[in-house]
């Protein structure tokens, strides 16, 4: 006995802890949302490239697109274009888009389409990039500004990070002579990002400019600069403003290099434009679609994976454990009678086709009907089989007048009653009135109000659509329920009513 | 809530059973499910008890098949009365009990004149199962009918009283008499409406009574005081309960026994899941027993000993039995 209680309490201990450990890692590591209400944002990215084509030439033009390879994940994407051409290559960790016509003339417009969203990426990959560099050339006057600028840099410093946001600081210095000097009078970020690059490589300490774009809805923008270099471990993103380091989390690096977003051939006046805007999505569907673009199928083997049909049937059925849960809690704790162990989960379903307002009603009214007939049928001394016969016949009479009346009357919910719920309806009479029979209409009334009150009960809980979202989605929770229903398989306890039944022992 | 969790503690205190620790450290643990056949039919019950010589009460025949129910004339010629029972019955449901014949046709206990077909009628519902555990087919048991011995007749409307100890591995714990009343139509069943009488298992006296959750003193529908009477031939149902343990197997069961006038005592029926009224009825809670039991078979055990259904009884009625008159 005592190595049978070690044996469970180490079986529960086992699922409860699996239990919690599935959906913890479904909801942490995987980021699965634990409600359906929970939405993600949904980025749609517009670049509309303009261009004033030249007549009786091949056009050619090369625009860079996101890489694809960052947090973000990308749900569609569409390149829109008349009568051009479209290829997309990747070189040096960008991707680019050419579009290419043999003849063009006047003004062109192409689009291209993103729309992404920030969950559900896949493995990062490892980030790789060069530690070191050769100096750029430079001489006479710079060079001597440039080692001016240096010395401080390299006092002030410990390292490459702090090396890089030092440089930055001193070269935003327009008041320092020697920044004067290498900038020669433009201040543009362009420029100053020019000037850091010189003085980081003349210090060996590689770096590499990086265009993103803001994801800020309806705002007109031109692509970011930022700068940034890798430490042998991880990609370091500065800001050549300010210094600041680290990349917002609403930047999307649209590509890397010293090369114009756009290149052109055979036109003039190349033109882009952003357009953005968000929008919002339930955070599962959004996992779904994401699903199919990245290489995170985590879905793929959970019940989302089913067909659709298959999907709403397991939505029920998932439930079933809960509402066995609520009989089991009800009659082992509270002491509740019911009509057998389960018929009370059956009804449930029941109340599911016909709701429970009109199911209660109908199940009272058609089990009042059922039990009068049948009582009539004791006294013509039928056997069970033939008897049992009737009684079915007359609940589908019944159950048919019922819709047709309500028809009538412009109730639709009298037409809800359908196979299921009426096979359970007979079942129900009959068990009823042998519990009738057996124990008297007194205990039969108690059991049915019992069954009722568990029916509704449960059916209560299997509807709360939170908690079906929540068990479908995280099926491992009832492993955890399993874990309580083996526990209370060995509760010994009193059960709420025996605390009642047993008053007479304390009246002394 | 709060004087709920008083209720529980002082119900705990003095080791009242509730049904969830009756299953799962009693039923569950000294019950073997292969061995419930042996109880839940009484047909086998009684062929078991017939082979091991304990008293039953004689069985006239059974009806196995729908054809079988033409017996029934031969079966029940030689009786003028009689008790028709479905094998697996359970809460003594589907029994019918004759007393008399009138002018051909029956007279059942309660005074009911039938016909010949209504106890047909009622066998073929026994067959198809309308009374067993679960709903499957069943037999039918026509078997002799008790006489109660006239003790009783003071502190019983109709039916036959029964007297009901519950065995746990062969050692009689508490027994208790049941007393049909005019609400349990001549059952003796408590849910029913039956009185339950706590009986000392040391002298047979019977102490104060339950009747629907409530102690009472009395009989409703006579009124005489059920208590301070002195039961015939107890040390006999004693053993009788105790060597039922060998007869079925079962540790924990309820022995269900009546007193004929003739024949003295005679097993009814063993029951494997006994009710908790019982602990009402002689105002003592069955955990602390069952408990004690327990630790002297462990102690037995250790020592290698196994007792006899005597000395299993003389335990018994020494440990748990003269209980205190009420004052």
Known sequence: MRALTLHLKVLIFLLVTLGIAITAYQIFILGIPVTEDETDDLWNIDAKVEFQANPREPVKLQMYVPPLNQEFVSLNESFISNNYGVSINRADGNRRVTWSARRASGNQTLYYRLVLTK?????????????????????????????????????????????????????????????????????????????????????????????????????????????????????????????????????????????????LEGGRNPQVTFTLNSSEMNAIRLAKLTDANTDADFLEYSLYGLPLQTQQTYQIMIMIPIGVLVILILR??????????????????????????????????????????????????????????????????????????????????????????????????????????????????????GTLIAASLSFMLMNIPELTYFIFTFPAVLLIMVGFMLAMGRYRGYRLTELFRFKAFLKD | MFGLIKTWKALEAKGIMGINRRNADYVLKYNKRNLYPIVDDKIITKERAIAAGIDVPEMYGVIETEKDIEKLKDIVKDHADFVVKPAQGAGGDGILVIADRFEGRYRTVSGKIITHDEIEHQISNILTGLYSLGGHRDRALIEYRVTPDPIFKSISYEGVPDIRIIVLMGYPVMAMLRLPTRQSGGKANLHQGAIGVGVDLATGITLRGTWLNNKITKHPDTTNAVDGVQLPNWDGFMTLAAGCYELCGLGYIGVDMVLDEEKGPLI????????????????????????????????????????????????????????????
């Open chain 1, 119 to 263: 969950r559900y990426s896949g493995e990062q990959t490892k980030a790789t990039g060069p530690i070191f560099r050769d100096s750029l050339p430079v001489e006479g006057a710079e060079k001597i500004a440039a080692e001016a600028l240096l010395s401080p840099i390299r006092q002030h410093s410990a390292d490459v990070e702090t090396f890089i946001s030092e440089a930055i600081k001193r070269v935003n210095n327009v008041n320092d002579d020697n920044v004067r000097l290498l900038l020669g009078g433009d201040s543009a970020t362009a420029n100053k990002a020019r000037v850091i690059d010189l003085l980081l490589s003349i210090a060996h300490v590689p770096m590499e400019r990086v265009h993103t774009v803001r994801l800020l809805s309806d705002v007109a923008q031109t692509p970011e600069l930022w700068l940034r270099s890798f430490n042998g471990d991880k990609w370091l993103y500065f800001n050549p403003e300010t210094g600041e380091q680290g990349l917002p989390q609403d930047r999307l690096v649209w590509w890397t290099g010293d090369e114009p977003l756009v290149s």
């Open chain 1, 332 to 449: 082992n704790l509270g002491g509740l009678q019911t009509l057998g162990t389960f018929t009370p989960v059956l009804i449930a379903l029941a109340f599911r086709e016909t709701q429970i307002g009109f199911g209660i009603i109908l199940f009272t009214v058609i089990t009042a009907l059922g039990l009068s007939l049948r009582s009539y049928l004791e006294h013509l001394k039928l056997q069970m089989l033939p008897r049992l016969s009737v009684v079915l016949t007359f609940v589908v009479v019944l159950i048919a007048i019922i819709s047709l009346f309500s028809h009538k009357l412009g109730l639709e919910r009298g037409l809800s009653v359908s196979l299921f719920p009426m096979v359970i309806l007979t079942m129900t009479i009959e068990r009823l009135s042998i519990t009738w029979e057996e124990r008297g209409g007194g205990h039969a009334f108690k059991v049915a109000v």
């Open chain 2, 268 to 327: 009814l029926e063993l029951n494997a899941r006994p009710g908790l009224n019982i602990q009402i009825a002689n105002d003592c809670g069955l955990t602390h027993r069952a408990h004690a039991v327990e630790t002297r078979l462990e102690e037995l055990k250790a020592k290698g000993i196994k007792e006899t259904p005597e000395e299993r009884v003389k335990f018994a009625q020494e440990l748990f039995g003269h209980v205190p008159p009420h004052a």
